[in-house]
């Protein structure tokens, strides 16, 4: 079982042994010596221990174990995590498990720790972003489905404590050195990695050491679709939820008569979709130690540390395309359904027609994550132990204004054709000189003089965590009365997380090239526009209509060149200043949030002839200090159709504070009807805090820039904690060696759960649009749409869990799973679906291990869930589709010290893709990752 403090957590996982009737207690001294001899490794072996800890646990719980030293199941933790029961993963660019979700709850219902520390993240959340952590400084990982007083509080969902290796798991001289290459098939890129793991013991095994190396290079290429500027709805006076609208340009207007008729209430058109591919060079770096002194049987301490790199600039090109409806802009329109799915685009007017896109879209992502600590335990007596833990976590990422978002916009006049037959959308374009766009691009017609500068967005976040927590606990012998033990503990954590965002959309930077002032891209010289190159499959897998060839231009070429303009004279007055249009702090989205947490719990095990279990309560206070910016809009400027600057009054702070005092009680209960058959009862409070960056009251109304008026408010420091009332039964029977079969149930009431509210044409003291002369160009004060995190009523999961395991003396095995949900929220007496929950997935995987072979293959399967509710209006929701993630592996011992291994990943090819209410015709997103196949050799020692 997982240990309830952080030192038991680093001891020798008690099931690094093939389990025997006859073997020791698991974590007693005898246990640990015996490691030396019996050792079981592989798929099976990992497997089996995976079974033990289940076997043994106080709790629900599913584990995953390393193969052998150093080496886990997957490359990616999470994605050995997908393959546990009720698990579920999103993944990031070229495909890689990313976050995780537990029993359909989102990641921000999930807690991530690494030997019962909780770890700093560079996201805005709690949720850890596993690409940042290669697999082989991992030993093993335990999912905690349940709750225990001496856990740490913070997830509803599931907790996940990641485990590292002892030099005591296996005494003695020990070391493993992986060669690995990998290559992708649809982008055709190719990666390698190197890893190495060293242990040893001294001194009559009184003192230990244990070191490991990762690193990492690979390239990667995700295919991409999708909606920036999402799709245009008419206003529906019978939608109360949708009474204004978010068509920018007036109302979709078939017949043209300027009146929004009753057919056309809440008619939907494209309002902006853009197709490319990301490309990323991944560059991870991991070093590990820790050093264990055990100079008596009653003391240990250990001194641990682990420092990562991850270094992963990306860079997009895509093309894009901006159709909003205007008065006159749309011709032919064909309508089905409600939505416009066939249109022309044919007015000369520069700003009515189509006008084609360049997007540069990069992202410079370099995350250290470190986490240092110390760690002791004291066997006072027989009856008595008491522990220590106290370590410093840490992680940072400095991109502030080097991300960008760079668009350069076609000039030429142009007829075009966009329609709608389900998945990406198609786009056609003949220009008036006689080129076609898709045609145009692939042979190489177009260059700089066809260009003009655009929108120019310089971005990026500094972001600093940093956790320092200590835990003092102790363990009493009672052995009266039922009572086994008596545990208790106090543990203390300050998290203090800063972000300062950088960029240039407050000082109206992201438009200074744009409209009256936009830049002939061929007057700017040098090569800011390479040549014309095809990306090797790409999009094989849609069949729409639109170019698959580019143009490329990287943004540093593109700011030397408008560096290099300055002084020219500048239409709208003056001249070209590059400075004005730099990054600056953008003090509306930055923040400073410090929390403070005590906890203590006390906790009793019990048991009697046929039973075990736990009884405990956690008293867990936080105290919660935020720190933001806020600044009135004192106008809208336009510069064009679609294509607006805000103006701010000089930024004031904002300071909020809240505290909470939670209790939070739990029971376990085990009844053992035979040796192999168990059932499992547990009913506890649990609590999930706020993401961090929901913590701090900023705003943005970035979206001004391109039309939308919507004010998103990020949060606020009152914002309560998620809190539950759970219960959970687990029946499992462990009818052969190393096989399982188990059926679960749960439950969970949620309290408090954060939705977002959405308050339509709301005025909040901002005047008439004008023009760049000041003059108004509306009437009225400008209305906005106000988005902001809310607690809503409470929310409702249940479901169960069923699963499967079982090996043949033949060497044939197999494991089988399946997660059922159903979920649903309410705020304000409305129900809603509860966003990020899958209701379904469920895994199976096939495996053969015998002599030097092992061969296996696992498909996972995540069904279709609600990633975003009321998109346009209430019950239009953004759904991901399902998607099956299919990997294998064979590899054979050529030895007793050298291996060499196939693996293959994504090997049915499938893409994420998500769309408006399940409806192929809005389609919302589209990331294609491609299969990968990777190859490796491995000697041990």
Known sequence: MLAPYPLLAQQSDPAAVEPSAAEPAPGSDEAIESMETVVVTGVRGSLARATELKRDSSTVQDSISALELGK???????????????????????????????????????????????????GAGRDFAYDVLPADVISGADVIKGAQASLTEGAIGGLVNLRSASPFDRTGQHGALRLEGDRNLMSEYDGGKLSAVYSNTYADDTFGVLVGLVYAKRKDRTDVAGNDGGWSRNADPNDESWLWGNTWGGHIDPDGNGVLDEDEYGLIGPGQFRVGSILEEKKRTALSAKLEWRPSDSVRISVDGLKTRLDSPQVGYQQSYYPLFAPGRWSNMTINDGIVTDFTMDNPDPEMRLNPELLNQTEYRVVDTDLYGVNGQWKVNDDFTLTADLYRSTSSRYSGGQDSYVVLRMNQPNVARIWLDGGVPNVQATFADGRDLIGGLAAGQFGADDFNTHYFSLAGDNIDDRITGGAVAGELFVGELGIDRLKFGVNRTDRRKARDLVNNALNGGADYYSGGNAINVGDLGGSVISDTFNLPNFMSGVSSVFPRSFLGFDVPGYIAALEAYDGNPRPGGGSYDYAAAAPVWNPLQSYRVSEKTLASYIELDLSGERWSGNVGLRLVKTRTTAQAWDAEILSIVEFGAFNYSAVYAEPSSVYQESEYTYALPTANFTWRFTDDLQLRLGAA??????????????????????GEFTQIYGGNAELEPYSAKQADASLEWYFAENSIANFAVFRKRIENQITTSWEPGQDIGVGPIVDTDGNPVTDGPTLFNIMRPINGDY????????????????????????????????????????????????????????????????????????????????GYNEEADPITWLTAHASYNVNDDFTVSLEGSNLLDEANTYSINGNPLLSQGYYRYGRSITVGLSYRF
């Open 72 to 122: 886990f199941p997957d490359d990616n933790v999470a994605d050995s995590l997908s393959h546990i029961t009720g698990v579920s993963i999103s993944r990031t660019a070229g495909g890689e498990g990313q976050r995780v979700s537990v029993r359909g709850l989102g990641p921000e219902y999930t807690l991530t720790t690494f030997n019962g520390r909780i770890l700093a993240t560079d």
């Open 685 to 706: 409070k649990t609590m999930a805090r706020p993401a961090v960056s929901q913590l701090a009251p900023t705003n943005t109304t970035e979206s001004v820039a391109w």
């Open 795 to 874: 929310a409702k999961v249940h479901g169960f869990e069923a699963g499967l395991q079982h090996f043949w003396e033949s060497g044939f095995g197999f494991r089988a799973q399946y997660t059922r949900n159903w979920s649903s929220s309410w705020v304000d007496d409305e129900e809603r679906p509860l966003e990020g929950i899958a209701p379904s997935v469920y895994s199976l995987g096939v495996m053969y291990e015998k002599g030097p072979w092992s061969l296996g293959a696992t498909a996972d399967r995540t069904d279709g869930f609600v990633t975003a509710i009321n998109v346009l209006g209430g």
